[in-house]
Nanobody, 114 residues
């Protein structure tokens, strides 16, 4: 059973930066296809970025050029560096792993506000 734990959320002013992390356990991390999703208040969960095992990264148009997804297979972690944050980036950010089945973390809240 894969377990995912997100961290790094918080309150940041517009234009600021945050770095989210996702720690995975319970499987062979290097074989997992990983991604970040987010859900803003009153909206559906949406895909943010993905970093499959041994494959190139992809980003939603809304975050391209501002967010960077990365993974450290030795440490079983995935990160999301978020720069130039906007109020519309406010959401709960979720880590997702696909490893046979699909697994989700509980999320970490990011609030972008002055």
């Amino acid at each position: 059973q894969v377990q995912l734990v997100e961290s790094g959320g918080g309150l940041v002013q517009p234009g600021g930066s945050l770095r989210l992390s996702c720690a995975a356990s319970g499987g062979i991390f290097s074989n997992m296809n990983m991604g970040w999703y987010r859900q803003a208040p009153g909206k559906q969960r949406e895909w943010v970025a993905s970093i499959p095992a041994l494959a190139i990264t992809n980003y939603a148009d809304s975050v391209k050029g501002r967010f960077t997804i990365s993974r450290d297979d030795a440490a079983n972690t995935m990160s999301l560096q978020m720069n130039s944050l906007k109020p519309e980036d406010t959401a709960v950010y979720y880590c997702r792993a696909t490893y046979g089945s699909t697994y989700w973390g509980k999320g970490t809240l990011v609030t972008v506000s002055s």
